[in-house]
């Protein structure tokens, strides 16, 4: 597709009347956290297609920062949980506990119950913890002592992990890994962003003051609530919904992978294509939106073989490989 595609309809418009994303959510959080561009936008599509994330990057690259940035601008709820060996579904989710005064138990919501919630080293945790955490993820509810609560609208788990550290840790299984709609690799900003970060702290910035992020006017809920309205709208023409196809039915057969992408795969590159192309101003998605997204959307969901791995062949490479063989269409 060329720049002379139609504008976005009147649909998309409705939805950016109360305001334009890239003004109002990206630039805000891009002056917060620096040299993370990538990050930030990755994170929104991933508010926007309704789905979950795993933050993977080195302690001090800005991972919590960006969570608290975007619930900021988006005038979210934001709920953290340090994971740990000995942290217990109940310590997430929430425990119903006895009321002398009532003579009655009463549910205490625990701290998943927030719009953005960051679920920082979360292979920490033990599976059963973890897995209460992807339950809710998928359900979007919880259920304590038989009684299912559900969880806010704009409910985004924001998952992180350390790649280096691997001592004390639980490994997500495969099973788990794909309930993610991305992996968001968190790398090191480049050195005019590390500059600007010690500017932002000598004009007073502080990461624990959101009063100092300079995010005046926020976004409301009923805003949000629009543009992943807007995002459901959005045409992914059938050429591209077979590029789709193609493309992850492609990792089945390289001979690279030990394990390929699983229908979900598609279906998750699918959303987050259209939530790409509503955060670029179009009411249709293109291919450059699925290329773009291929690899935060796959990387985690294949497997290479141990051929490949002792080659230092890493997933991105591959998938880069298998985009250049397939003819996207025009």
Known sequence: MT???PQPSSLLDEANTVSDLEATVITPVRKIVRGQDRVIRQMAVTLLARGHALLEGVPGTA???AVRALARTLGLKFGRVQFTPDLMPTDLIGVSLLDSSRTAFVYRPG????????ADEINRAPAKT??????????????VDGESRALPDAFTVFATQNPVEHEGTYPLPEAQLDRFLMKIVVDYPDEEAERAILDNYSEGFRSDDQDTFGIAAPLSREQVVAHRAAVERVHVD??????????????????????GASPRAGVALFLASRAEAHLSGRDFAI?????????????HRVLLTADAEVEGRTSDVELRQLLESLEAPR
Do not use: C, G, H
């Open 3 to 5: 720049d002379s595609e």
């Open 130 to 143: 973890q897995a209460a955490l992807l339950e809710a993820m998928e359900e979007r509810q919880v259920t």
């Open 111 to 118: 701290p998943i119950f927030a719009d953005l919630v960051l």
């Open 238 to 259: 059938e050429r591209i919904r077979r590029y789709i196809t193609d493309l992850v039915r492609a990792t089945r057969s390289s001979p690279s992978f030990a394990l």
């Open 63 to 65: 991972k919590t920062l």
């Open 287 to 299: 291919p450059d939106d699925v290329k773009r997204l291929a690899f935060p959307v796959l990387r």
